[in-house]
């Protein structure tokens, strides 16, 4: 009965929109709990960059069981932890450090940037600096952050070569099977002289990435990965190696640079990797 009314609503065209309106009232619904029930942690500690609000101690994400054992045993970077969530606006951890590292690294005022799965609090704050295009290959699902979200496969970009300056994607590489096909994409609709940063969870204790292209099961996918929706678990150097066959040239900012966005409530020790096409 459930499949056959998902099957309807897709047909319909609807059911990611109303994932989406869905997804949009229950985190409305957090953000209200958390500001009172954080209410009595206001005050020195941590700052959101976003919202400017501080508290002692912000809202904790941590992994359920089968997935903290294959993200332990791994040591994988992957965004849980102890401060997670702003309690006040419900930013997290991964857009604060992007926000960071864009006001501090990058020149994006007034630039073209492609934004692949817009994440709600990064795309307000560029989309009133710079000209943002919001993209996901699921598009209805990101209606109620931008209802201009626009389709997009990131391994058969429909954008002419060299259309933007700056290309954003945060955590999506590691759900893409032909993820090199993604990167060499990105590199053909930056201008030369742009940049991307392509943030994913890795592991720095893994030789090998972890993937294997028959396992096509969420259960096992979870099991094997971390999450249900993802493909592989990435070995810093291997993907390193795949962006540049891809064609960037990679800086990767880590400590002590990093370290200064503490205040930020950021994921400790994660890395992040610009990645340039030469001029
Ligand atoms: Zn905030």
Redesign the pocket.
């Known amino acids: 009965m459930k499949k056959v009314a998902k099957r309807l609503l897709l047909q319909m065209h609807i059911y990611h929109p109303l994932q989406s309106f869905y997804r949009g009232s229950i985190n409305f619904s957090k953000k209200k709990y958390y500001q009172f029930t954080y209410s009595k942690y206001k005050g020195k500690g941590f700052i959101?960059?976003?919202?400017?609000?501080s508290y002692e101690k912000f809202v904790p994400e941590y992994p359920s069981q089968p997935i903290e054992e294959s993200l332990n045993i791994n040591e994988v970077i992957a965004g849980y932890g102890a401060n997670v969530y702003?309690?006040?606006?419900?930013?997290k951890n991964r857009e604060?450090l992007l926000l960071a590292v864009i006001q501090n690294r990058v020149q994006f005022k007034k630039k073209s940037i492609l934004h692949f799965s817009p994440e709600k609090?990064l795309y307000d704050f560029l989309n009133t600096q710079a000209i943002v295009s919001p993209v996901d290959i699921l598009p209805g699902f990101y209606q109620s952050i931008d209802r201009s979200t626009a389709y997009a496969d990131a391994t058969n970009l429909l954008f002419k070569d060299e259309s933007f300056e700056i290309v954003i994607a945060n955590h999506i590489m590691e759900h893409i099977p032909e993820d090199i096909q993604a990167m060499k994409e990105i590199h053909r609709v930056l201008k030369p002289g742009g940049l991307a940063i392509l943030q994913v969870p890795y592991s720095e204790k893994l030789k090998k990435t972890i993937e294997d292209p028959f396992i096509n099961n969420p259960i096992e996918q979870e099991k094997l990965y971390g999450q249900k929706d993802h493909v592989r678990i990435y070995a810093l150097n291997d993907y390193l190696s795949r962006l540049k066959t891809a064609g960037f040239k990679i800086e990767v900012l880590a400590n002590p640079e990093l370290e200064v966005y503490k205040i930020y409530a950021i994921q400790e020790n994660e890395k992040v990797f610009i990645c340039h096409k030469e001029k």
């Not at 959101?48 to 609000?53: D, Q, R, V």
């Open positions: 959101c960059n976003y919202c400017k609000a702003c309690p006040n606006c419900m930013s604060r609090h």
